[in-house]
């Protein structure tokens, strides 16, 4: 199909423009920038802050590009005077009620309301401040604080929250002067629907929303003598880490970053794909078991914490169905109190487990009350552990680990590249691609196939499963049996898929859900921006890296098969089940209601 | 009536569409005064959204209040054309008859009085409504008069 | 003036103008309406030369003929009584006295565009109309069913919010929203209540297309001026000596002739408009004409003698657009937040009067980039009033 071409003026120049451009699309494609701040592509038309005004001949008043149409005919001008003293004033009146304490913001550098009134030049603040009501700032979530002062009130998040997660934690309140965004009730955050992604934080264009800190904790651990501390990075961080380093998005970077954490200071440094791997081989037995004993299906991925905190939220009815494999990182957790601290003779009171993720939502999965099991292990072995001990002590984001690679004085981009550390350094490609939406997918039915038929699958490489596609779906032949899975990212996605499960109606036996937008490299802790260009340009270092890997089918993975043979037996066994799975309960919100 | 009940007859009568929303809120307001965080999770479940949504839209709309109000609500015109005629001795003759604040409640939960912009009688300035029904022409005299109907 | 001769005027004026709330009978009219061809209403209403009477002033015709071009399932018509701009209470009349005329125009505007359901929003200080307007709809439904027709109407309540006048935030909140006005296009006549084809009218625009149908377009067209044809009804307050409040008159008289009929003489502004609108000092009552050549209004004219002060006036709007403006966009959210901040501060000595014109110029900045109508307008009263009285702003 032919998309209609208008022949537009710009600032007195004629282009051909597709017919349902906006201005702002129309001006970007002709290298006309026009500054904007609300507007976020293909989520949040609300056209609230009026930066982006333009004018168009023949029009009273500026238009706002942003949700304007190209009509044939029409006459922009991004450049006058009129233009120019609106956006000045806009910034100044959002400035008036901004505390302006910049040094003191985590989004400092990275803000696109400096950035902005550093480009339009906006130098004098004289309005004065006058903010009505006063909003303390909501720390309740174990993943990230709003605070109101700094909030201009561009509904990105709200927008995000509800449109690609559908979870409609937030909302705007009251009018006027008191508009703000809130909870239901201004409850905090922790007490509401929300599951922890971070994906609002990711589009939000000031500091108020950011992430929970833990670097100082890690800080401390690090220098505290006689501490074991291991620090594992998850897969999706080595396709995201040099954004913060001036590298082009989509660089894979899985030794620099090996590098880094070491010379930080970490005593092992650690991978999860590790644990990814092992995860397969227990999820895909368990996908086996159901199929065969006649168990819940379809089995629906369980590595995803905001997902979790999501189904236990809406769809406490088929928690049945979710696999009961801990996640990756709580599989390490476990590991390293236990196994590995028997294996190298470490007192468990001694290891501190660092973790870090691209995600928001982990920092919650690692509170989760249930995640002690090595705990729970000692003390079946008459051993006591400090009480309120974690499988994982700690999880930093990427963006935090890049602040403290800068904090460490390490010149990243200078770095020779590193291997991880044995035993839990050991991964394959199937490990790697958990990063990426579709890879959980891609990496279990790699191992199914060979579970069933003895032999590797002639492609490794499913392109059914991969794509940016909301869901995708794909069957598989083995032995015989056709295998029908469905894999969704974005809750909003999900929650189709799961409406459809709910029903009795979904067709597959295998389905894989990720949180956030892309997977886990779209995750709330990853560099900003993360735009779906710069996801899916970590999506193919994901896959670039799987591919260099000399192995990439979790089963083969030496350092696990050593695990079962040591430790856990084989799969599925008892140990596995106390160490590697876990369980989940409904959960009512606004308990006493 | 339980509020439960209130509100699933409500949303039965109107249906359980968002676009039913305020007209739900607005049952519940008549009948308590204003929406309790319990009112608006009933009304969430019911329409299957969630609860900011329904918090977002009462807390828009200066009828439909959030926190408890009294049995009867007293609403003044505090726009101009209604100050020009006298309004602040008509506000301050009720607040001494019920010895309360403008924006406060009664103690024994009989009367709210707030402040409300132009209802339409500015050519009767001042006025009022309580409850439903309008009073206008008021001076101090048949203002509290106008609120003693309700004691 | 004096006041004999104030009233003998009057009385002519009202001789003259008697379409809103001339008594009459509607039964024969819907009959005629109902065999005339929905061209033929168009046509009609094209004739009359009628424009708005919400404020706007949007020929009326135009606004039907795009719905009526608008290809969709369903369409929708709306009756706008949400009257919140201070200083009206014409629609309030109307509805009590004369529901009778609005019922049908909402049918008319129907046949021509298409629709099968209407809505009037009424605002919620108004419920006390709800029992009396509910029984006039019934039967209005009743009746029409009986002719055949599938249109019906309901009525749907307001909960307090200014804003919801404007036509799109009210489509919004009849949607169960928040509301706050939508970018605009797509407007609602080609996308508007749930994204289908909708007139939105005022009260009082779909009163005088219900008399233009049954009574031809002369009656109307032949009053008014060539911009502003017809008659308006007006809502009077303020320091006028007249009670009655409500007159439909003509439309294009100037300020003064307004002045010299409604009040003693002691006048030294009028606002028209509502806080909206804008306020006319009285070295310019005599060249201001009332009507879309010259200020425009919704009905409301407020008057203000020589012992008022202008800063409370001004002071007053400002608060009322701080609290009922919705609050998305950062021009209207924040500006009417710094004006009323503003002459306060250069009030108190705390800002120089210089500052005034910083503010003057961020209204005018307000004007030309606030989303909707409300922040757009509040900049009126505030560069009227601080140009035609910055004395007593500052002083
Ligand atoms: C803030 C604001 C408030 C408004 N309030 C009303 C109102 O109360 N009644 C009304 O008829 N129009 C109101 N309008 C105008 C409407 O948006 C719309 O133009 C009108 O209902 C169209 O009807 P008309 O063509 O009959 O004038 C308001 C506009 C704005 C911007
Ligand atoms: S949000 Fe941005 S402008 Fe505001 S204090 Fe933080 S860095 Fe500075
Ligand atoms: S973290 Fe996710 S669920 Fe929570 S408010 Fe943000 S977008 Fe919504
Ligand atoms: S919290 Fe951030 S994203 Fe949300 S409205 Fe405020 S500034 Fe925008
Ligand atoms: S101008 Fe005011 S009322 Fe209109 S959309 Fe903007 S904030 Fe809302
Ligand atoms: S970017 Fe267009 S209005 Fe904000
Ligand atoms: S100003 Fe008080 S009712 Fe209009």
């Known amino acids: 199909m032919t998309q209609k071409q208008l022949r537009i003026k710009i600032n007195g120049d004629t282009y051909l423009m597709y017919e349902g451009q906006s201005v702002l699309e129309a001006c970007r494609s002709a290298g006309i920038n026009i500054p904007n701040l609300c507007y976020l592509e293909g989520v949040s038309r609300r056209a609230s802050c009026g930066i982006c005004v333009v004018e168009i001949e023949g029009a009273r008043t500026l238009v706002r590009s942003c949700v304007t149409p190209i009509r044939e005919g029409i006459e922009i001008f991004t450049n006058t005077g009129r233009v120019r003293k609106a956006r000045h004033t806009n910034i100044k009146l959002l400035l008036a009620n901004h505390p302006r304490n910049c040094l003191e913001c985590d989004k400092n550098r990275q803000c696109e309301l400096q950035k902005l009134s550093d480009d339009l030049d906006v130098r004098d603040t004289s309005y004065p401040k006058i903010r009505k009501k006063h909003y303390d700032i909501d720390a309740s979530s174990p993943s990230l604080t709003r605070d109101h002062e700094k909030c201009i009130l561009c509904a990105r998040c709200v927008e995000v929250c509800s449109q690609v997660q559908s979870v409609d934690a937030i909302e705007i309140a009251e009018r006027g002067m008191e508009a703000h965004v809130s909870t239901f009730f201004n409850k905090g955050l922790d007490a509401s629907e929300c599951v922890n992604c971070g994906q609002c934080l990711l589009v939000c264009p000031t500091g108020a929303l950011m992430a929970k800190h833990e670097t100082g904790s890690v800080w401390k651990a690090i220098d505290e003598p006689g501490r074991h501390v291991v620090v594992q990075a998850a897969p999706a961080i080595r396709a995201a880490i040099g954004e913060e380093f001036g590298f082009e998005a989509g660089m894979p970077l899985t030794g620099t970053l090996a590098a880094a954490l070491r010379k930080m200071g970490f005593d092992r440094v650690f991978d999860t794909q590790f644990t990814a791997d092992l995860t397969i081989i227990e999820e895909g037995n368990e996908l086996i078991s159901r199929i065969k004993n006649k168990g819940v299906l379809p089995l629906i991925t369980s590595c995803s914490p905001g997902w979790i905190r999501f189904a236990e939220t809406f769809f406490p009815k088929l928690l049945p169905n979710l696999s009961t494999c801990k996640s990756p990182q709580q599989m390490f957790g476990t590991l390293a109190k236990t196994y590995y601290a028997e294996k190298m003779n470490i007192d468990p009171s001694k290891i501190t487990v660092v973790s870090v993720m691209p995600c928001t939502a982990k920092k919650f999965e690692a509170r989760r009350p249930e995640m002690n099991s090595a705990a729970e292990y000692w003390r079946n072995k008459g051993r006591r552990l400090p009480g309120g001990t974690r499988d994982v002590d700690s999880v930093i984001t990427t963006r935090e680990l890049a602040d403290m690679i800068r904090e460490s004085g390490i010149d990243f981009a200078r770095l020779t590249g590193e291997k991880f550390d044995e035993p839990f350094g050991i991964s394959t490609g199937a490990g790697t691609i958990f990063g990426a939406t579709g890879g959980v997918m891609e990496a279990a039915l790699r191992t199914a196939y060979a579970e069933l038929t003895g032999k590797s699958l002639k492609d490794l490489n499913l392109k059914a499963v991969r794509g940016m596609g909301g869901v995708r779906e794909a069957s598989v032949d083995i032995n015989g049996l056709t295998l029908k899975v469905a894999v969704a990212h974005g809750l909003k996605n999900a929650r189709e898929v799961m409406e459809q499960v709910s029903k009795g109606k979904s067709p597959y036996h295998f389905i894989e859900i990720m949180t956030c937008p892309g997977g886990c490299i779209g995750g709330g802790g990853q560099p900003v921006p993360a735009t779906t260009d710069v996801r899916e340009k970590r999506i193919k270092a994901v896959y670039s890296e799987d591919e260099s890997m000399p192995l990439r089918e979790s089963h083969k993975n030496p350092a696990v098969i050593a695990l079962y043979d040591e430790f856990l037996k084989e799969p599925l066994s008892g140990v596995s089940h106390s160490m590697l799975h876990t369980e989940y309960s409904r959960r009512d919100l606004y308990p006493g209601i | ?151 | 003036m004096d006041s004999s001769t104030r009233e003998r005027r009057i009385a002519e004026h009202k001789k003259r103008v008697n379409l809103i709330f001339k008594k009459c009978v509607w039964d024969d009219f819907l009959d005629r309406a109902l065999e005339m061809s929905p061209e033929d209403m168009l046509e009609k209403v094209k004739e009359s030369g009628l424009r708005g009477r919400g404020g706007a002033g949007f020929p009326t015709w135009l606004k039907w003929k795009f719905a009526r071009e608008a290809e969709a399932d369903e369409k929708y018509v709306i009756c706008n009584a949400d009257e919140g701009e201070p200083g009206t209470f014409k629609d309030r009349a109307i509805l009590q006295e004369q529901a009778g005329k609005v019922l049908p125009g909402m049918l008319v505007c129907a046949k021509v565009i298409g629709a099968e359901k209407g809505f009037i929003y009424l605002r919620g200080e108004y419920a006390y109309l709800l029992p009396a307007l509910s029984q006039e709809v019934e039967n209005f439904n009743e009746k029409i069913r009986e002719k055949g027709e599938r249109f019906s109407i309901e009525i749907k309540l307001g909960s307090g919010a200014y804003v919801c006048g404007e036509e799109t935030a009210l489509i919004e909140s009849l949607e169960g929203n928040r509301g706050e006005p939508r970018n605009k296009p797509p407007f609602p006549v080609s996308e508007g209540y749930l994204g289908k084809p909708t007139v939105v009218h005022n009260v009082e625009t779909l009163v005088y297309a219900s008399i233009i149908i049954s009574e031809g377009p002369e009656c109307f067209k032949s009053l008014g001026t060539s911009d502003s044809a017809g008659a308006k009804v007006f809502c009077i307050s303020g320091d006028t000596d007249l009670d009655e409040g409500i007159y439909e008159l003509e439309m294009g008289m100037t300020i003064k002739e307004f002045v010299e009929l409604f009040s003693d003489g002691d006048i030294k502004a009028v606002q028209v408009g509502g806080a909206s609108g804008h306020c006319v000092p009285r070295k310019k009552f005599a060249d201001t004409i009332i009507g879309f050549e010259g200020v425009p209004t919704g009905g409301s004219m407020v008057l203000f003698n020589s012992s008022r002060s202008m800063y409370n006036v001004l002071h007053n709007y400002l608060e009322f657009f701080e609290e009922e403006s919705c609050g998305q966009c950062t021009p209207c959210r924040i500006g009417c937040q710094q004006l009323l901040k503003g002459i306060e501060a250069v009030k108190s000595g705390e800002k120089p009067s210089e500052y005034l014109d910083d503010l003057v110029k961020l209204a005018g900045m307000m004007k030309i980039s606030a989303k909707c109508g409300l922040g757009q307008s509040a900049a009126n009263p505030f560069i009227s009033i601080v140009e035609h009285f910055r004395e007593e702003i500052m002083y």
């Open chain 2, 1 to 151: 009536m339980s509020p439960e009940d209130l509100i699933s007859r409500s949303a039965e009568k109107h249906g359980r569409e968002r676009k039913n929303l305020i007209p739900i809120l607005q049952d519940i307001v008549r009948e308590n005064s204003y929406l309790s965080e319990e009112a608006m999770v009933s009304v969430a479940r019911e329409l299957d959204i969630s609860p900011a949504e329904v918090y977002g839209v009462a807390t828009f709309y200066s009828f439909l209040d959030t926190k408890p109000l009294g049995k009867n609500i007293i609403r003044i015109c505090k726009t101009i054309i209604c100050y020009m005629h006298g309004q602040d001795e008509v506000i301050r003759a009720i607040e001494d008859r019920l010895k309360i604040k403008l924006g406060e409640t009664t103690p024994d939960g009989e009367f709210s009085f707030l402040p409300t912009n132009c209802i339409g009688h500015c050519h009767k300035g001042p006025a009022m409504l309580i409850n439903d029904r309008v009073y206008s022409s008021l001076t101090p005299e048949t203002a509290v008069r106008a609120v003693e109907e309700y004691i």
